[in-house]
Protein backbone atom coordinates (compact mmCIF):
# COMPACT_ATOMS: atom_id res chain seq x y z
CA UNK A 1 0.00 0.00 0.00
CA UNK A 2 1.29 3.58 -0.52
CA UNK A 3 0.62 7.20 -1.02
CA UNK A 4 -3.30 7.32 -1.90
CA UNK A 5 -5.52 6.34 1.30
CA UNK A 6 -9.10 6.95 2.15
CA UNK A 7 -9.94 7.21 5.58
CA UNK A 8 -13.45 6.97 7.65
CA UNK A 9 -14.42 6.84 11.14
CA UNK A 10 -17.78 8.51 11.69
CA UNK A 11 -21.63 7.46 12.23
CA UNK A 12 -22.92 3.48 11.90
CA UNK A 13 -24.22 1.83 9.24
CA UNK A 14 -24.55 -1.57 7.47
CA UNK A 15 -22.55 -2.39 4.68
CA UNK A 16 -22.33 -4.15 1.31
CA UNK A 17 -20.75 -7.48 1.57
CA UNK A 18 -20.76 -10.80 4.27
CA UNK A 19 -22.09 -12.91 3.72
CA UNK A 20 -22.87 -21.80 -18.26
CA UNK A 21 -19.55 -20.16 -18.59
CA UNK A 22 -19.09 -16.60 -20.63
CA UNK A 23 -18.33 -16.70 -24.06
CA UNK A 24 -17.11 -13.11 -24.56
CA UNK A 25 -13.73 -12.16 -23.54
CA UNK A 26 -12.31 -8.94 -22.43
CA UNK A 27 -11.86 -6.25 -24.95
CA UNK A 28 -8.28 -5.08 -25.25
CA UNK A 29 -7.60 -1.32 -24.74
CA UNK A 30 -8.02 -0.83 -28.42
CA UNK A 31 -11.21 -2.32 -28.78
CA UNK A 32 -12.20 -0.35 -25.37
CA UNK A 33 -10.77 3.13 -26.88
CA UNK A 34 -13.26 2.47 -30.33
CA UNK A 35 -16.54 2.58 -28.31
CA UNK A 36 -19.05 0.44 -26.95
CA UNK A 37 -18.69 -3.50 -27.62
CA UNK A 38 -21.23 -5.91 -27.97
CA UNK A 39 -21.67 -9.18 -25.85
CA UNK A 40 -23.97 -11.55 -25.63
CA UNK A 41 -26.16 -13.17 -22.88
CA UNK A 42 -27.07 -16.52 -24.08
CA UNK A 43 -29.36 -19.06 -22.40
CA UNK A 44 -31.35 -16.64 -20.81
CA UNK A 45 -34.63 -17.94 -22.51
CA UNK A 46 -35.64 -15.36 -24.81
CA UNK A 47 -36.04 -15.61 -28.75
CA UNK A 48 -33.57 -12.51 -28.53
CA UNK A 49 -30.78 -12.60 -26.35
CA UNK A 50 -29.42 -9.17 -24.78
CA UNK A 51 -26.99 -7.69 -26.60
CA UNK A 52 -24.72 -5.93 -23.78
CA UNK A 53 -21.67 -3.45 -24.76
CA UNK A 54 -18.62 -2.28 -22.69
CA UNK A 55 -20.22 1.18 -20.79
CA UNK A 56 -17.76 1.29 -17.88
CA UNK A 57 -14.08 0.26 -17.30
CA UNK A 58 -11.59 1.07 -14.96
CA UNK A 59 -8.36 -0.68 -14.70
CA UNK A 60 -6.28 1.38 -11.98
CA UNK A 61 -3.25 2.18 -13.79
CA UNK A 62 -0.66 3.58 -10.54
CA UNK A 63 -3.58 2.91 -8.79
CA UNK A 64 -5.98 5.54 -10.31
CA UNK A 65 -9.26 5.38 -9.84
CA UNK A 66 -10.24 7.18 -13.05
CA UNK A 67 -12.47 5.47 -15.85
CA UNK A 68 -10.96 4.28 -19.44
CA UNK A 69 -14.12 3.73 -20.72
CA UNK A 70 -17.05 5.91 -19.41
CA UNK A 71 -20.44 5.84 -21.53
CA UNK A 72 -22.52 5.99 -18.12
CA UNK A 73 -21.31 9.96 -17.03
CA UNK A 74 -20.10 8.26 -13.80
CA UNK A 75 -16.69 9.49 -13.53
CA UNK A 76 -13.61 7.90 -11.91
CA UNK A 77 -14.61 4.95 -9.14
CA UNK A 78 -14.90 6.59 -5.58
CA UNK A 79 -14.22 4.87 -2.02
CA UNK A 80 -17.08 4.07 0.11
CA UNK A 81 -18.03 5.65 3.39
CA UNK A 82 -19.11 2.16 6.14
CA UNK A 83 -20.01 4.85 8.63
CA UNK A 84 -18.32 2.90 11.22
CA UNK A 85 -16.17 4.20 13.86
CA UNK A 86 -12.51 3.00 13.76
CA UNK A 87 -13.12 1.03 11.15
CA UNK A 88 -10.40 2.42 8.74
CA UNK A 89 -11.42 1.64 5.37
CA UNK A 90 -8.65 2.31 3.15
CA UNK A 91 -8.13 2.50 -0.45
CA UNK A 92 -4.24 2.18 -1.65
CA UNK A 93 -2.66 2.66 -4.53
CA UNK A 94 -0.56 -0.65 -6.14
CA UNK A 95 0.85 -1.27 -9.91
CA UNK A 96 -2.07 -1.58 -12.17
CA UNK A 97 -4.51 -2.37 -9.17
CA UNK A 98 -5.87 -0.57 -6.30
CA UNK A 99 -5.94 -2.35 -2.80
CA UNK A 100 -9.05 -2.19 -0.58
CA UNK A 101 -8.82 -2.62 2.96
CA UNK A 102 -11.39 -2.29 6.27
CA UNK A 103 -11.28 -3.48 10.26
CA UNK A 104 -13.58 -4.59 11.96
CA UNK A 105 -13.08 -2.83 15.74
CA UNK A 106 -13.87 -4.92 18.91
CA UNK A 107 -17.26 -4.75 20.32
CA UNK A 108 -18.26 -3.74 17.67
CA UNK A 109 -22.21 -5.15 17.20
CA UNK A 110 -22.98 -8.35 15.09
CA UNK A 111 -25.88 -6.37 12.81
CA UNK A 112 -22.79 -4.06 11.52
CA UNK A 113 -20.48 -5.51 9.06
CA UNK A 114 -17.65 -3.08 7.80
CA UNK A 115 -16.79 -2.84 4.53
CA UNK A 116 -14.56 -1.11 2.19
CA UNK A 117 -15.51 -0.62 -1.30
CA UNK A 118 -14.86 1.56 -4.42
CA UNK A 119 -18.03 2.59 -6.55
CA UNK A 120 -19.15 3.76 -10.00
CA UNK A 121 -21.82 5.88 -8.89
CA UNK A 122 -24.19 7.29 -10.44
CA UNK A 123 -25.74 5.32 -12.69
CA UNK A 124 -29.35 3.76 -13.62
CA UNK A 125 -30.48 0.70 -14.06
CA UNK A 126 -34.38 0.10 -13.81
CA UNK A 127 -36.64 -2.02 -14.96
CA UNK A 128 -36.75 -3.47 -18.23
CA UNK A 129 -32.50 -3.04 -18.13
CA UNK A 130 -29.61 -5.58 -18.49
CA UNK A 131 -26.51 -4.95 -16.83
CA UNK A 132 -23.26 -7.47 -16.13
CA UNK A 133 -21.01 -6.30 -13.77
CA UNK A 134 -17.26 -8.02 -13.99
CA UNK A 135 -14.08 -7.17 -11.85
CA UNK A 136 -10.72 -9.32 -11.08
CA UNK A 137 -9.23 -9.86 -7.50
CA UNK A 138 -6.29 -11.26 -6.20
CA UNK A 139 -4.66 -11.73 -2.91
CA UNK A 140 -7.45 -12.00 -0.49
CA UNK A 141 -6.07 -11.32 2.79
CA UNK A 142 -8.05 -11.84 6.52
CA UNK A 143 -9.24 -13.73 9.22
CA UNK A 144 -7.86 -17.48 8.36
CA UNK A 145 -8.73 -20.10 9.50
CA UNK A 146 -11.32 -18.22 11.66
CA UNK A 147 -13.11 -16.73 8.82
CA UNK A 148 -15.34 -13.94 8.59
CA UNK A 149 -14.57 -11.82 5.33
CA UNK A 150 -16.03 -11.69 2.21
CA UNK A 151 -15.03 -10.29 -1.25
CA UNK A 152 -16.92 -9.69 -4.05
CA UNK A 153 -19.69 -7.41 -6.37
CA UNK A 154 -22.53 -5.33 -5.13
CA UNK A 155 -25.00 -3.28 -6.56
CA UNK A 156 -27.60 -1.18 -4.96
CA UNK A 157 -29.39 2.03 -4.74
CA UNK A 158 -28.10 4.98 -2.92
CA UNK A 159 -24.40 6.44 -3.25
CA UNK A 160 -21.40 5.73 -2.01
CA UNK A 161 -22.16 5.35 1.35
CA UNK A 162 -23.21 2.14 2.23
CA UNK A 163 -26.53 2.71 4.74
CA UNK A 164 -28.35 0.29 6.36
CA UNK A 165 -31.39 1.15 4.24
CA UNK A 166 -30.16 0.87 0.51
CA UNK A 167 -31.62 -2.56 -1.42
CA UNK A 168 -28.82 -4.75 -2.72
CA UNK A 169 -27.97 -7.75 -4.87
CA UNK A 170 -24.25 -8.82 -4.06
CA UNK A 171 -22.14 -12.07 -5.20
CA UNK A 172 -19.30 -12.68 -2.87
CA UNK A 173 -16.19 -15.05 -2.01
CA UNK A 174 -17.03 -16.07 1.44
CA UNK A 175 -14.51 -16.97 4.32
CA UNK A 176 -16.01 -18.79 7.31
CA UNK A 177 -14.97 -20.36 10.24
CA UNK A 178 -12.94 -23.55 9.81
CA UNK A 179 -11.44 -21.93 6.73
CA UNK A 180 -14.91 -23.44 4.48
CA UNK A 181 -14.65 -21.17 1.63
CA UNK A 182 -18.37 -20.21 -0.31
CA UNK A 183 -19.41 -19.41 -3.62
CA UNK A 184 -22.48 -17.20 -2.94
CA UNK A 185 -25.08 -14.82 -3.66
CA UNK A 186 -25.85 -13.44 -0.16
CA UNK A 187 -28.38 -10.71 -0.45
CA UNK A 188 -30.91 -9.92 -3.86
CA UNK A 189 -32.20 -13.84 -4.39
CA UNK A 190 -35.14 -15.32 -3.89
CA UNK A 191 -33.57 -18.67 -3.18
CA UNK A 192 -30.72 -19.67 -1.16
CA UNK A 193 -27.64 -19.74 -3.31
CA UNK A 194 -24.26 -20.89 -2.06
CA UNK A 195 -21.86 -23.67 -3.34
CA UNK A 196 -18.73 -24.50 -1.24
CA UNK A 197 -15.45 -24.23 -3.46
CA UNK A 198 -13.12 -27.46 -3.67
CA UNK A 199 -9.71 -27.64 -2.25
CA UNK A 200 -7.99 -26.65 -5.36
CA UNK A 201 -9.65 -23.93 -5.98
CA UNK A 202 -9.09 -22.37 -2.42
CA UNK A 203 -5.78 -23.11 -2.65
CA UNK A 204 -5.15 -21.42 -5.79
CA UNK A 205 -7.43 -18.14 -4.77
CA UNK A 206 -5.56 -17.95 -1.28
CA UNK A 207 -2.00 -18.97 -1.95
CA UNK A 208 0.95 -16.95 0.13
CA UNK A 209 3.31 -17.55 -2.53
CA UNK A 210 1.40 -17.44 -5.75
CA UNK A 211 -2.27 -16.32 -5.81
CA UNK A 212 -4.15 -16.58 -8.59
CA UNK A 213 -6.46 -14.13 -10.41
CA UNK A 214 -10.39 -14.30 -9.88
CA UNK A 215 -12.74 -12.98 -11.84
CA UNK A 216 -16.59 -12.30 -10.55
CA UNK A 217 -19.59 -11.91 -12.77
CA UNK A 218 -22.74 -10.44 -11.52
CA UNK A 219 -25.68 -10.28 -14.41
CA UNK A 220 -29.01 -8.65 -13.43
CA UNK A 221 -31.68 -9.26 -16.10
CA UNK A 222 -34.78 -7.20 -15.11
CA UNK A 223 -36.32 -7.79 -18.23
CA UNK A 224 -36.52 -11.57 -17.63
CA UNK A 225 -36.60 -11.15 -13.57
CA UNK A 226 -33.55 -13.56 -12.98
CA UNK A 227 -29.75 -12.79 -11.98
CA UNK A 228 -26.40 -15.12 -12.36
CA UNK A 229 -23.34 -14.90 -11.01
CA UNK A 230 -20.42 -16.36 -12.32
CA UNK A 231 -16.60 -17.15 -10.67
CA UNK A 232 -13.74 -17.72 -12.93
CA UNK A 233 -10.48 -18.84 -11.25
CA UNK A 234 -7.59 -20.57 -13.86
CA UNK A 235 -9.59 -22.95 -16.30
CA UNK A 236 -12.33 -23.58 -13.49
CA UNK A 237 -15.58 -21.67 -13.97
CA UNK A 238 -18.89 -21.91 -11.13
CA UNK A 239 -22.13 -20.22 -11.97
CA UNK A 240 -25.28 -19.55 -9.74
CA UNK A 241 -28.25 -19.36 -11.38
CA UNK A 242 -31.36 -17.51 -9.50
CA UNK A 243 -34.40 -14.72 -9.46
CA UNK A 244 -34.01 -11.60 -8.77
CA UNK A 245 -35.73 -10.48 -5.07
CA UNK A 246 -35.86 -6.82 -5.07
CA UNK A 247 -34.67 -5.68 -8.62
CA UNK A 248 -37.74 -6.81 -10.44
CA UNK A 249 -38.61 -6.46 -14.36
CA UNK A 250 -41.93 -4.75 -13.97
CA UNK A 251 -40.53 -3.27 -10.54
CA UNK A 252 -38.42 -2.15 -7.96
CA UNK A 253 -35.93 0.53 -7.25
CA UNK A 254 -33.21 1.40 -9.68
CA UNK A 255 -29.63 0.77 -8.94
CA UNK A 256 -27.70 3.80 -8.98
CA UNK A 257 -24.43 2.10 -7.73
CA UNK A 258 -21.98 -0.65 -8.35
CA UNK A 259 -18.96 -1.48 -7.38
CA UNK A 260 -16.59 -4.09 -5.67
CA UNK A 261 -15.08 -4.59 -1.63
CA UNK A 262 -14.16 -6.15 0.97
CA UNK A 263 -16.09 -6.95 4.45
CA UNK A 264 -15.53 -8.35 8.09
CA UNK A 265 -18.00 -9.52 9.54
CA UNK A 266 -18.33 -10.98 13.34
CA UNK A 267 -16.62 -13.85 12.91
CA UNK A 268 -13.59 -11.88 12.91
CA UNK A 269 -13.69 -9.46 15.77
CA UNK A 270 -10.38 -6.96 15.37
CA UNK A 271 -9.69 -8.09 12.68
CA UNK A 272 -8.32 -6.17 9.06
CA UNK A 273 -9.07 -7.96 4.99
CA UNK A 274 -7.82 -6.24 2.21
CA UNK A 275 -8.16 -7.45 -1.72
CA UNK A 276 -6.22 -6.10 -4.49
CA UNK A 277 -8.82 -5.20 -7.69
CA UNK A 278 -7.09 -4.88 -11.07
CA UNK A 279 -10.35 -4.23 -13.26
CA UNK A 280 -13.92 -3.21 -13.24
CA UNK A 281 -15.68 -3.44 -15.47
CA UNK A 282 -19.85 -2.71 -16.69
CA UNK A 283 -21.93 -3.86 -19.66
CA UNK A 284 -25.49 -2.81 -20.38
CA UNK A 285 -27.92 -3.05 -22.56
CA UNK A 286 -28.67 -0.71 -25.24
CA UNK A 287 -31.82 0.39 -22.88
CA UNK A 288 -29.64 0.16 -19.59
Known amino acids: MSDMTQRVSSGVGLC ?3 AATLSAPFATVSEAQSGWNP ?52 VSKAPGEVVVSIHRPLGLSPDLIPSESIWATPVHF ?43 IATTINVR ?46 IKGTGKSELKVKDQVFSLAFT ?14 VGSGIAVNSNGPGKTASVHVRDFRIYADVGG
Open 177 to 222: PGFLVRFNVPFGSVETRNMVLPQAVKDAIFSSTDPQPVTLTLTIDR
Open 244 to 257: LSDFLADGGPIITA
Open 126 to 168: GPGSVVRLKATFRAPVGPIPGGGFAFGLVARTGAKDDLASETR
Open 16 to 18: LLC
Open 39 to 90: EIIRGTGRANPAALRLAYEATFPNGSLDSSVDHLGAGPMVPGDPLIPDSNPT
